[in-house]
């Protein structure tokens, strides 16, 4: 199964930053809509944001617009988010993963991997 591997988690206080990675090995992130996820601990995973296959759109959820920017560099086959002003209410593992197609709904491409932990302390 296809997975993509997320880097940059850790233990940030309230109002740091953090810049995650979604990192694509034997696989071209090129052509694909990513999206970045996350769970916390017993909720559902729910998406943060997502950027279509060219960059030229994006997506947030409400609760991390204007804190939060994806971004992607096709060259590199990397995407990521950029996290600032960080709350305790953002502390879950993230994770990244490929659609189908090159806009941000319908399937996944590619199956979950292990994610990232981003632990935000009051």
């Known amino acids: 199964q296809l997975q993509l591997v997320e880097s940059g988690g850790g233990l940030v206080q309230l109002g740091g930053s953090l810049r995650l990675s979604c990192i694509a090995s034997g696989f071209t992130l090129d052509g694909h809509a990513i999206g970045w996820f996350r769970q916390a601990p017993g909720k559902e995973r729910e998406r943060v944001s997502c950027i279509s296959s060219s960059g030229g759109s994006t997506s947030y959820r409400d609760s991390v617009k204007g804190r939060f920017t994806i971004s992607r560099d096709n060259a590199k086959n990397t995407v990521y988010l950029q996290m600032n002003s960080l709350k305790p209410e953002d502390t879950a593992v993230y994770y990244c993963?490929?659609?189908?197609?090159?806009?941000?709904?319908?399937?996944?491409?590619?199956?979950w991997g292990q994610g990232t932990q981003v632990t935000v302390s009051s």
């Open positions: 993963a490929a659609y189908l197609y090159s806009y941000c709904s319908g399937a996944l491409e590619t199956s």
